[in-house]
Each structure stands twice: as structure tokens, then as C-alpha cells.
């Protein structure tokens, strides 16, 4: 090392994980349907290099108009100076943006740790695939973030929901936190995001990922319900109390105090937190902020609720868990089936026109 040369800052968090490798010298697969889900991957692959990075994004056209924000639509906020609207609502949405990413990093972790541990080498080829999509989204949505200049750091309880994940001895458990729980999550924020937007970069980046977690979302159930099936039920209460763990992370997370990325989304809009907090009160009570926009969806009760429940991760305990959590155990798949991937991809290619 010169004199000159400085460390660079250590960006990186490591830590030891459980997960058991596992060869298997049976090239095939138990699980017929994976073979469609692979060539599908394979047919869909996609390069964020080619989408058009030189669109100009105009400062005074916001990434989420106003009229399409839940915030926006609160009387607090509008009483707010036209400056600290505009900064508040790009702040806000590079906030949310920089969760895509972080979010997205965990993903790649999560696919490349189950290509390691699954035994079905059927779906060893699958993750794989997985994990060079996650790499191309954190790739995409790395640039995005870059080129909007505005960076956030993880919000704290998507942090530790995916590091719970990553963390544990057993493959089936990684698939639940992140293609049942956390996939669910981002399929229904990136549906909402691209029909919240119409700034055409992003609007093409979230289209593509959208294609490919929808993808994600269906290996969780074409891999886990046979699985799921064939165990004793003991391990299958085992994982049924795993499924409501996360959960419970994510919606307490999402119930916690402002963490501290947002305060400072409020500090440089000149917004106090509490009278923040109390305008969000006076919008809930006023029903503003609770019902969602049409075509909004609601990723716990529209996607991840049905997904554990059709891969039989709801127990009769865990039922009553749910339950006493406040968290409705919702067994409608009606949007879960129109936005995963059955047939083709083509399905959330025609979003405009789907029925949820
Ligand atoms: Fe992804
Ligand atoms: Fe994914």
C-alpha cells in the first residue's frame, strides 16, 4: 500500500449462515412444473443495459404526480407550501425507491443461497435463473437511484425480515421469507408503483421487474406446495410458525414509529414529525389513507396471505395467531392468480386490461 493510498469506507455487512449445501446426482425433478418455469425464465431474460437511461427526468413533472399519492391526497398536505409539497413528494418516492433496491440485493442473496441448499437440481437451474434476475433489478435499480441523485439508507424492519431469512439452516424457510413473504410484498409495491408513475424510465424498469417477480412469486408455490404436502406435521407447523414470524416483522415494521430514512424525508421538507403523524391520524380517520386507490393492491392481504394459505403454511394454531395479530387470514386468490405467472408472462404484460 503507497502512502496516498486511503481504506475506503466499509459499505459491506457479513455475517456466518447455517444453510447446508446440497449436491444431488438425480438430474431430474419430482416437480414436473419446473421445467416450464425455467424455459420461461430462460425465454424472458432481459438486459437493463438496453432501456433508455438517457431519458431526461424533469425536476418540475414529479416521479408520482400528487393526485396519485396517498399522501398527497391528506388535508395536512396540502396546507403545506408548494416547495415543501415538491420535496416532500420526491423525497418520499426516492425514499421508497432506495427499499426497491436494498430490498432487491436481498433477493439476489436469498436466490443464490437456495440454488445452495435446495436438493431438486430442477430447481437449483430455477434459482439460478432467479439470481441473475435479482442481480439485472439491483443493477436497474441501482442506475435509477443514481441518476435521481437522491439515496436512502434500508429501512430497518425489511432489513432484519431478510436477514431472518437468510439466516436460517433450511431452504424451505428461505423461499417462504422471500418468495412467499417479501415477493409478495414487492409484486403488489411495483404494481403500485407502476400505476402510480408515468415517468417513463421507471415505468419500463418496474414493467420488466414486474415480469420477473411475478415469476419469482410462482416458483414459491410450484416448489413449496408438493414439498409443503409431504411432510410430517410437525415440520410443517415449523414452518407454518416461520411464515408468521415474518409476517409479524413486516407488519409491525410497517407499524413502527417513523424509522430514521423518513425523519429525514420530513427534516428536508421543513415538516415536523408530529404534526406529520397527526395529519396522517386526521387522513385515517377521514378514510383517506386507509382505502387504496382502484387498481392499488394490498400485498399482505391480496398476495401473501393467499400464497401461505395455499401452500398449507396456515395451521389451525397459526390461524388463530393471525388472528389474535390483527392480520385477517384472507384465502381469495383472485389477484394473487391474475398477477403471478401461470402460462406466460404475458399476463401482467396486459395489466391494463386484468381484472383485479
Ligand atoms: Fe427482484
Ligand atoms: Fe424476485
New binding site residues.
Given amino acids: 500500500m503507497t502512502a496516498k493510498a486511503q481504506a475506503l469506507p466499509d459499505t459491506s455487512h457479513t455475517y456466518d449462515t447455517l444453510m447446508k449445501v446440497s449436491w444431488n446426482f438425480d438430474y431430474g425433478s419430482q416437480i414436473a412444473k419446473l421445467d416450464d418455469l425455467y424455459e420461461r425464465a430462460k425465454d424472458n431474460q432481459w438486459n437493463a443495459s438496453e432501456l433508455a437511461w438517457d431519458t431526461p427526468i424533469d425536476p418540475s413533472n414529479p416521479i408520482i404526480a400528487q393526485e396519485h399519492s396517498q399522501y398527497g391526497r391528506m388535508p395536512f398536505f396540502q396546507k403545506l407550501s408548494r416547495a415543501q409539497q415538491e420535496t416532500f413528494m420526491a423525497h418520499s418516492t426516492a425514499q421508497m425507491l432506495s427499499q426497491f433496491l436494498h430490498g432487491?440485493q436481498g433477493?439476489l442473496l436469498t436466490a443464490a443461497t437456495i440454488a445452495h441448499g435446495v436438493p431438486d437440481v430442477k430447481a437449483k437451474y430455477y434459482a439460478a435463473t432467479q439470481t441473475v434476475?435479482?442481480a439485472r433489478?439491483v443493477e436497474a435499480y441501482d442506475r435509477y437511484v443514481n441518476k435521481i441523485a437522491i439515496h436512502y439508507p434500508m429501512v430497518p424492519w425489511l432489513k432484519q425480515l431478510i436477514d431472518v431469512t437468510l439466516q436460517t439452516n433450511n431452504y424451505c424457510k428461505v423461499m417462504i421469507g422471500m418468495n412467499m413473504i417479501v415477493?409478495g410484498l414487492?409484486l403488489g409495491a411495483f404494481n403500485n408503483m407502476y400505476r402510480q408513475t408515468e415517468e417513463p424510465l421507471l415505468k419500463a424498469i418496474t414493467f420488466n421487474?414486474m415480469r420477473?417477480?411475478s415469476r419469482?412469486v410462482s416458483f414459491g408455490h410450484v416448489y413449496l406446495t408438493p414439498t409443503i404436502a409431504a411432510l410430517h406435521a410437525d415440520d410443517r407447523e415449523d414452518l407454518a410458525q416461520f411464515a408468521f414470524d415474518g409476517v409479524k416483522i413486516l407488519m409491525e415494521g410497517q407499524a413502527a414509529p417513523m424509522d430514521a430514512g423518513f425523519l429525514k424525508v420530513l427534516e428536508v421538507s421543513g415538516i415536523d414529525a408530529e404534526d406529520f403523524v397527526a395529519g396522517m391520524k386526521e387522513a385515517e380517520a377521514l378514510g383517506i389513507t386507509r382505502d387504496l386507490p382502484p387498481g392499488q393492491i394490498h400485498s399482505v392481504k391480496d398476495l401473501m396471505m393467499p400464497a401461505l394459505v395455499r401452500a398449507g403454511l396456515i395451521t389451525p394454531r397459526t390461524k388463530a395467531m393471525f388472528e389474535a395479530a390483527g392480520i385477517p387470514v384472507n384465502a381469495d386468490l383472485t389477484v394473487l392468480e391474475a398477477m403471478e405467472d401461470k402460462k406466460s408472462d404475458m399476463n401482467v404484460l396486459n395489466a391494463e386490461q386484468a381484472a383485479y
Fill in positions: 432487491e433477493a434476475d435479482e433489478h415477493e414487492a421487474v420477473d417477480e419469482h
